[in-house]
Protein backbone atom coordinates (compact mmCIF):
# COMPACT_ATOMS: atom_id res chain seq x y z
CA UNK A 1 0.00 0.00 0.00
CA UNK A 2 1.38 3.46 -1.20
CA UNK A 3 2.43 5.65 1.96
CA UNK A 4 0.13 8.61 2.68
CA UNK A 5 1.94 12.24 3.21
CA UNK A 6 0.78 11.84 6.77
CA UNK A 7 2.86 8.66 7.00
CA UNK A 8 5.68 10.22 5.43
CA UNK A 9 6.26 13.41 7.36
CA UNK A 10 5.69 11.49 10.83
CA UNK A 11 8.29 8.95 10.00
CA UNK A 12 10.95 11.29 8.01
CA UNK A 13 12.34 14.27 10.18
CA UNK A 14 15.45 15.42 8.76
CA UNK A 15 16.96 16.82 5.45
CA UNK A 16 18.92 14.02 4.77
CA UNK A 17 15.92 12.15 5.38
CA UNK A 18 14.08 13.45 2.66
CA UNK A 19 17.08 13.77 0.59
CA UNK A 20 17.49 9.73 0.75
CA UNK A 21 13.50 9.43 0.77
CA UNK A 22 13.30 11.34 -2.66
CA UNK A 23 15.77 10.09 -4.29
CA UNK A 24 14.52 6.12 -3.98
CA UNK A 25 11.26 7.19 -4.75
CA UNK A 26 12.74 9.15 -7.94
CA UNK A 27 15.00 5.77 -8.78
CA UNK A 28 11.78 3.72 -8.02
CA UNK A 29 9.66 5.70 -10.30
CA UNK A 30 12.01 5.67 -13.16
CA UNK A 31 12.49 9.54 -13.62
CA UNK A 32 14.87 10.86 -16.38
CA UNK A 33 17.31 13.60 -15.61
CA UNK A 34 19.48 15.31 -18.23
CA UNK A 35 18.28 19.02 -17.20
CA UNK A 36 21.11 20.42 -14.57
CA UNK A 37 21.34 17.01 -12.45
CA UNK A 38 22.48 13.93 -13.38
CA UNK A 39 20.92 11.55 -10.78
CA UNK A 40 18.01 10.53 -8.54
CA UNK A 41 20.73 11.91 -5.62
CA UNK A 42 21.19 15.50 -7.32
CA UNK A 43 17.79 15.87 -7.86
CA UNK A 44 16.37 14.97 -4.51
CA UNK A 45 19.00 17.73 -3.04
CA UNK A 46 18.12 20.27 -5.49
CA UNK A 47 14.49 19.91 -4.92
CA UNK A 48 14.54 18.96 -1.18
CA UNK A 49 16.74 22.55 -0.56
CA UNK A 50 14.90 24.43 -3.24
CA UNK A 51 11.82 23.58 -0.89
CA UNK A 52 13.48 24.76 2.34
CA UNK A 53 14.18 28.09 0.60
CA UNK A 54 18.11 26.98 1.16
CA UNK A 55 21.12 27.02 -1.53
CA UNK A 56 22.06 24.62 -3.35
CA UNK A 57 25.46 24.13 -1.96
CA UNK A 58 23.89 24.71 1.56
CA UNK A 59 26.67 22.52 3.92
CA UNK A 60 25.76 18.89 4.75
CA UNK A 61 26.72 19.81 8.13
CA UNK A 62 22.87 21.19 8.55
CA UNK A 63 21.60 17.78 6.60
CA UNK A 64 20.72 16.43 9.90
CA UNK A 65 18.10 19.73 11.05
CA UNK A 66 14.40 18.51 11.92
CA UNK A 67 12.18 20.25 9.53
CA UNK A 68 8.99 21.60 11.08
CA UNK A 69 5.68 19.72 10.04
CA UNK A 70 4.91 22.44 7.35
CA UNK A 71 8.43 22.24 5.38
CA UNK A 72 7.74 18.29 5.41
CA UNK A 73 4.53 18.68 4.00
CA UNK A 74 6.48 21.57 0.80
CA UNK A 75 9.26 18.80 0.66
CA UNK A 76 6.62 15.79 -0.06
CA UNK A 77 4.36 17.88 -2.14
CA UNK A 78 7.13 19.37 -4.73
CA UNK A 79 8.80 15.84 -4.94
CA UNK A 80 5.03 14.11 -5.83
CA UNK A 81 4.68 16.47 -8.66
CA UNK A 82 7.44 15.84 -10.21
CA UNK A 83 7.17 12.02 -10.28
CA UNK A 84 3.74 12.34 -11.36
CA UNK A 85 3.89 15.48 -14.04
CA UNK A 86 7.27 14.33 -15.61
CA UNK A 87 8.57 17.87 -15.90
CA UNK A 88 11.81 18.96 -15.57
CA UNK A 89 12.78 20.28 -12.37
CA UNK A 90 13.64 24.07 -13.47
CA UNK A 91 10.41 24.19 -14.48
CA UNK A 92 8.78 23.83 -10.78
CA UNK A 93 11.93 25.78 -8.97
CA UNK A 94 11.92 28.40 -12.02
CA UNK A 95 15.48 28.75 -11.81
CA UNK A 96 18.33 27.21 -13.67
CA UNK A 97 22.52 27.37 -12.73
CA UNK A 98 23.89 28.18 -16.20
CA UNK A 99 27.80 29.36 -15.96
CA UNK A 100 27.56 29.57 -12.29
CA UNK A 101 24.50 31.86 -12.50
CA UNK A 102 21.27 31.79 -11.65
CA UNK A 103 18.50 32.05 -14.25
CA UNK A 104 14.64 31.94 -14.34
CA UNK A 105 12.88 29.70 -16.28
CA UNK A 106 9.60 27.86 -17.21
CA UNK A 107 8.22 25.97 -19.72
CA UNK A 108 8.31 29.05 -22.53
CA UNK A 109 11.72 28.12 -22.71
CA UNK A 110 14.61 25.09 -22.77
CA UNK A 111 15.68 24.74 -19.44
CA UNK A 112 19.78 25.75 -20.00
CA UNK A 113 22.41 22.45 -20.17
CA UNK A 114 24.50 23.46 -22.88
CA UNK A 115 27.94 22.46 -22.60
CA UNK A 116 28.61 26.00 -23.88
CA UNK A 117 28.58 27.23 -20.19
CA UNK A 118 32.05 26.07 -19.84
CA UNK A 119 33.49 27.59 -23.33
CA UNK A 120 31.58 31.19 -21.61
CA UNK A 121 33.22 31.06 -18.28
CA UNK A 122 37.00 30.22 -20.41
CA UNK A 123 35.67 33.73 -22.66
CA UNK A 124 36.28 31.17 -25.67
CA UNK A 125 40.43 31.04 -25.00
CA UNK A 126 42.21 31.02 -26.94
CA UNK A 127 40.38 30.97 -30.06
CA UNK A 128 39.02 34.68 -28.66
CA UNK A 129 40.32 37.94 -27.17
CA UNK A 130 38.28 39.41 -24.96
CA UNK A 131 39.70 42.88 -25.49
CA UNK A 132 38.88 42.48 -29.49
CA UNK A 133 35.30 41.39 -28.90
CA UNK A 134 32.97 44.57 -29.43
CA UNK A 135 29.76 42.78 -30.80
CA UNK A 136 28.33 39.66 -30.02
CA UNK A 137 25.28 37.64 -31.40
CA UNK A 138 23.62 35.12 -29.54
CA UNK A 139 21.30 33.00 -32.49
CA UNK A 140 18.00 31.37 -30.65
CA UNK A 141 18.37 33.01 -27.35
CA UNK A 142 16.06 30.89 -25.65
CA UNK A 143 16.29 32.26 -21.72
CA UNK A 144 18.90 34.45 -22.62
CA UNK A 145 21.49 32.23 -20.41
CA UNK A 146 24.39 31.87 -23.12
CA UNK A 147 23.71 36.29 -24.16
CA UNK A 148 24.01 36.68 -20.80
CA UNK A 149 26.52 34.55 -19.10
CA UNK A 150 28.77 36.07 -22.34
CA UNK A 151 28.25 39.64 -21.10
CA UNK A 152 29.80 38.99 -17.89
CA UNK A 153 32.67 37.52 -19.60
CA UNK A 154 32.78 40.40 -21.74
CA UNK A 155 31.44 43.58 -20.02
CA UNK A 156 32.33 46.09 -22.73
CA UNK A 157 31.01 43.94 -25.41
CA UNK A 158 27.46 44.93 -26.92
CA UNK A 159 25.44 41.63 -27.28
CA UNK A 160 22.59 41.46 -29.49
CA UNK A 161 20.33 38.34 -28.48
CA UNK A 162 17.64 36.80 -31.11
CA UNK A 163 14.73 34.07 -31.08
CA UNK A 164 11.74 33.76 -33.32
CA UNK A 165 10.07 33.03 -30.20
CA UNK A 166 7.94 36.15 -28.62
CA UNK A 167 7.33 33.90 -25.44
CA UNK A 168 11.10 32.89 -24.91
CA UNK A 169 11.77 36.28 -25.33
CA UNK A 170 9.54 37.37 -22.40
CA UNK A 171 11.30 34.94 -20.45
CA UNK A 172 15.08 36.14 -22.15
CA UNK A 173 13.48 40.14 -20.95
CA UNK A 174 13.16 38.66 -17.21
CA UNK A 175 16.60 37.67 -16.77
CA UNK A 176 18.17 40.58 -19.22
CA UNK A 177 16.11 42.58 -15.71
CA UNK A 178 17.25 40.40 -13.34
CA UNK A 179 21.27 40.83 -14.14
CA UNK A 180 20.70 44.40 -14.65
CA UNK A 181 21.94 44.51 -18.56
CA UNK A 182 20.28 47.62 -19.52
CA UNK A 183 22.49 49.41 -22.85
CA UNK A 184 24.69 46.23 -23.06
CA UNK A 185 21.96 43.45 -24.42
CA UNK A 186 19.42 43.78 -26.90
CA UNK A 187 16.77 41.50 -27.52
CA UNK A 188 15.68 40.66 -30.77
CA UNK A 189 12.61 38.84 -32.28
CA UNK A 190 13.64 37.60 -35.78
CA UNK A 191 14.30 34.37 -37.87
CA UNK A 192 17.78 33.61 -36.99
CA UNK A 193 19.49 37.13 -39.42
CA UNK A 194 16.45 38.21 -40.81
CA UNK A 195 15.72 41.23 -39.23
CA UNK A 196 19.19 41.48 -37.55
CA UNK A 197 20.82 44.82 -38.43
CA UNK A 198 23.74 45.33 -40.55
CA UNK A 199 26.41 44.90 -39.04
CA UNK A 200 29.48 42.98 -37.71
CA UNK A 201 30.14 40.41 -35.32
CA UNK A 202 33.25 39.21 -33.83
CA UNK A 203 31.46 36.59 -32.16
CA UNK A 204 28.60 34.67 -33.28
CA UNK A 205 27.07 31.74 -31.06
CA UNK A 206 24.14 29.34 -31.07
CA UNK A 207 22.74 26.72 -30.12
CA UNK A 208 19.97 26.14 -32.14
CA UNK A 209 17.02 23.44 -32.41
CA UNK A 210 19.19 20.46 -33.61
CA UNK A 211 17.39 17.49 -32.90
CA UNK A 212 15.54 15.27 -35.94
CA UNK A 213 11.95 15.12 -35.61
CA UNK A 214 12.15 10.92 -35.32
CA UNK A 215 14.79 11.41 -32.60
CA UNK A 216 12.59 13.81 -30.75
CA UNK A 217 9.60 11.33 -30.93
CA UNK A 218 11.86 9.37 -28.83
CA UNK A 219 12.99 10.99 -25.73
CA UNK A 220 11.74 10.97 -22.47
CA UNK A 221 8.81 12.81 -21.09
CA UNK A 222 10.81 15.04 -19.74
CA UNK A 223 11.63 16.55 -22.79
CA UNK A 224 8.20 16.59 -24.13
CA UNK A 225 7.03 19.20 -21.41
CA UNK A 226 9.92 21.60 -22.84
CA UNK A 227 8.66 23.54 -26.14
CA UNK A 228 9.06 21.48 -29.48
CA UNK A 229 10.23 24.72 -31.32
CA UNK A 230 13.23 24.46 -29.15
CA UNK A 231 14.17 21.32 -29.98
CA UNK A 232 13.65 20.28 -33.76
CA UNK A 233 15.22 21.23 -36.59
CA UNK A 234 13.65 19.81 -39.19
CA UNK A 235 14.10 15.95 -40.40
CA UNK A 236 17.73 16.07 -40.16
CA UNK A 237 17.63 18.51 -37.09
CA UNK A 238 20.09 20.48 -39.34
CA UNK A 239 17.60 23.36 -41.16
CA UNK A 240 18.53 26.13 -39.06
CA UNK A 241 22.15 25.04 -38.29
CA UNK A 242 22.40 25.14 -42.71
CA UNK A 243 20.97 28.14 -42.35
CA UNK A 244 23.70 29.72 -39.89
CA UNK A 245 26.65 28.16 -41.70
CA UNK A 246 25.40 29.94 -44.96
CA UNK A 247 24.74 33.41 -43.70
CA UNK A 248 26.66 33.83 -40.70
CA UNK A 249 29.95 34.76 -42.99
CA UNK A 250 28.20 37.70 -43.86
CA UNK A 251 28.05 39.08 -40.27
CA UNK A 252 31.16 38.26 -39.18
CA UNK A 253 34.31 40.34 -38.57
CA UNK A 254 37.24 39.21 -40.59
CA UNK A 255 38.68 38.06 -37.42
CA UNK A 256 35.76 37.23 -36.08
CA UNK A 257 34.07 33.53 -35.29
CA UNK A 258 31.65 30.97 -35.11
CA UNK A 259 30.51 28.77 -31.93
CA UNK A 260 27.41 26.50 -32.83
CA UNK A 261 26.22 23.20 -30.58
CA UNK A 262 24.71 20.57 -32.65
CA UNK A 263 24.73 18.13 -30.05
CA UNK A 264 23.64 14.09 -30.90
CA UNK A 265 23.33 15.73 -35.17
CA UNK A 266 27.27 16.24 -35.14
CA UNK A 267 27.86 13.26 -37.24
CA UNK A 268 25.03 14.22 -39.42
CA UNK A 269 26.89 17.41 -40.41
CA UNK A 270 30.02 16.03 -40.54
CA UNK A 271 28.85 13.99 -43.20
CA UNK A 272 27.09 16.27 -44.84
CA UNK A 273 30.01 18.61 -45.16
CA UNK A 274 32.97 15.75 -45.27
CA UNK A 275 35.30 18.98 -46.51
CA UNK A 276 34.57 21.33 -44.33
CA UNK A 277 37.53 21.70 -41.48
CA UNK A 278 35.03 21.82 -38.38
CA UNK A 279 37.15 22.17 -35.22
CA UNK A 280 35.16 20.38 -31.90
CA UNK A 281 35.55 21.35 -29.02
CA UNK A 282 36.36 18.86 -25.99
CA UNK A 283 34.80 19.77 -22.52
CA UNK A 284 36.28 18.53 -19.20
CA UNK A 285 32.73 18.95 -17.55
CA UNK A 286 30.82 16.46 -20.40
CA UNK A 287 28.92 17.36 -23.71
CA UNK A 288 29.99 17.43 -27.34
CA UNK A 289 28.67 18.35 -30.40
CA UNK A 290 29.62 22.07 -29.99
CA UNK A 291 31.58 23.16 -33.68
CA UNK A 292 34.25 26.63 -34.06
CA UNK A 293 34.64 27.99 -37.94
CA UNK A 294 36.13 31.42 -38.43
CA UNK A 295 34.87 33.05 -40.84
CA UNK A 296 38.00 32.86 -43.23
CA UNK A 297 36.85 29.12 -43.00
CA UNK A 298 33.18 29.99 -43.54
CA UNK A 299 33.35 32.05 -46.81
CA UNK A 300 35.74 29.19 -48.03
CA UNK A 301 32.41 26.66 -47.72
CA UNK A 302 30.22 29.49 -48.65
CA UNK A 303 29.12 27.34 -51.42
CA UNK A 304 28.56 24.14 -50.18
CA UNK A 305 26.75 25.54 -47.20
CA UNK A 306 24.72 27.45 -49.64
CA UNK A 307 23.87 24.28 -51.91
CA UNK A 308 21.99 22.53 -49.52
CA UNK A 309 19.08 25.50 -48.64
Known amino acids: MKATSTDISTTLSSIRDYIRWSASRFSAEKLFFGHGTATALDEAC ?25 ERLKVIDIIERRIEERIP ?80 LAVAKINHDKHDLQGQLQLIESDLFDKVADKKYDLIVSNPPYVAISEWQQLPSEYHAEPEMGFTGGESGLDLVFKILAESADY ?58
Open 252 to 309: LTETGVLFVEVGSSAETLQKTFPNVPFYWLEFERGGDGVFMLSYQQLKECAEEFKAVL
Open 89 to 168: AAYLTHEAIFAGLSFYVDDRVLVPRSPMAELIEDCFSPWVDVEQVDNILDLCTGSGCIAIACAYGFPDANIDAVDLSAEA
Open 46 to 70: ALVLYSLNQPYNLSADYFSATLTMS
